[in-house]
């Protein structure tokens, strides 16, 4: 049986704590993984190209590297990364390979855990907690 | 109109079958509603040509095989297309008159179902690569030619018969097994006859011991006077006389698609066993994924694209948009626990776990950045979670935010629920659309 995905880092970087009160303060969570998983994604410049703009780049990094994973990532984007093939190759890896199976993320401005398990992130907040 | 376009023509011997150049003719059952978007794709997917639609059915003309064939999202079930013709004349007529008429479309032109056939073994004998001597009909003995179809057969049999058009045929069974006692000793008779005719000498290299089996569909006015067992009946009579082919009921190697209506007479032979419909990447379906393609076709889905479905039950729409445009970023998300597991299993199945990812949160809390997602596709389950009032407003409210500008959001609604959206819309001063 095929083991279980998990939460990937480019998506990890569209979440954000939606906790009442917490606002744009409720990004980037912080991860906390107890299991990850490495797995091969075939490359396609062109999504790894429309995506970096999409990402919160500084929060990227420090998800990976908190994961360990940080593999040469530079901290900083460069001019003309879209013709970059080793570039885009490592930022592909960083996105898509990187997946978090068992953990928590945690909202930053309010402390509030979020579990991750089976590779499904469960984000749901109970009425008192939400924002409407 | 017959399934030959103008230049196609049955092959002499010692020729190997035509590779349709011309194309064939074919048609597809559509599900209602979705007859305008099946137009589109099968112009888009396989450039087909003289695209018409009646009525739950989609007509067209190309030249693609059957993988490309099998690739058609939202149709339901693929035939090759042998007749269409006006509808029968029934009123005031004897029924007598009328079951010839319905004989008539076996018997009047007979060629026409030889080169049907011909050109659905040439379909399958292209998927099959098969060395050429064995396609060239001279040398082919009889025998042979039934390996080919069984062969084709075996591949297929592993799945489960869908349940269609069985209630009908297994009333037809018990007539058919009957009435093909009956024939036997005629049988013999009519073979000696056919070898006399020239015109049928081309039906005896081809046919020899093709097993069939016909099923009907009547509605309108002939469903009022004629059962479906009756007219298949006919219509399995007049192909056992006129080509000596055998019925099965069970197993047959072709079937025969007959469906009369007060707008068309059509016959057509299914180019798969299973339908279209029935998808062999979706293990447990949520919504019809006939549907479920069609919403996502209608998002643009682009590369890199950011692509959410907030209430994604089993996730079919996801699977459905994640097979078709592999190239973007897809998440899935729902409250229940059971929902998730069963599309976490759906996305197993169908081996698409590296698209798409699985989320526990609500529709109504989107724990996501304004502005992060590119496409919301979705099915609301009006009635069974949702309210109208609060629920809706707050719903459509967290989506907008989510949504880049230049994004698109396609829902599948319910009547009532479109329509509380169209006097909210006219209401709601601020109200923005994309």
Redesign the interface.
Known sequence: M?AQ?G??L??HN?????VRGVGPRG?PLRIQATEIRV?P?DF?P??V???IP?MEWTALVEAAESLGHLSELPRQLKEGYEKDEDFLRKVHHVL?EVEVVEGTLQCPESGRLFPIS????????SDDE??? | MSALAPEERPPSPGEPPSPLPAGARYFCTVGRGLEPFLTREVGARLAATEVEYVSGKVFFTTNCGLTMLKQLKSAERLFLLLKKQPPLFISSRSKGKVFNEIQRLVTGDPLCWVRAVSIWRSLLELEENLPPEVAKPSKRKTGENENIITKKLKIEQTRVMPGDTECQLQKQKNDKIEEHKDLTTEKENFQEEKSENDGEKEVEHHQGKLTFRVSCRCSGTIAKTFTTEEVGRVIGIALIKQFGWKADLRNPSLEIFIHLNDIYSVVGIPVFRLPLASRDYIKVAGLRSTIAWTIASLAEI???A?VLDPMCGLGTILLEAAKEWP???Y?GAD?SDSQ?LGA?DN??SAGL??RI??????V??????SE??DVIISDVPFGKKFKLGKDIK?ILHEMERVLCVGGTIVLLLSEDLHKYLQDYKESNITWNSR
């Open positions: 095929r995905a939460m990937k480019l998506t569209l979440l954000s704590s939606h990004f797995s994604v396609n062109d999504f190209t429309r995506m999409k898509l089976r590779g499904i992130p469960n984000m749901l907040l939400a924002t409407s | 682009n590369v890199g950011v190239n973007a970023s998440l409250v998730l976490c996305l197993k776990m590296d990812e699985l989320f526990k949160f609500c109504t809390e989107l724990p996501l950045h992060s997602v707050s």
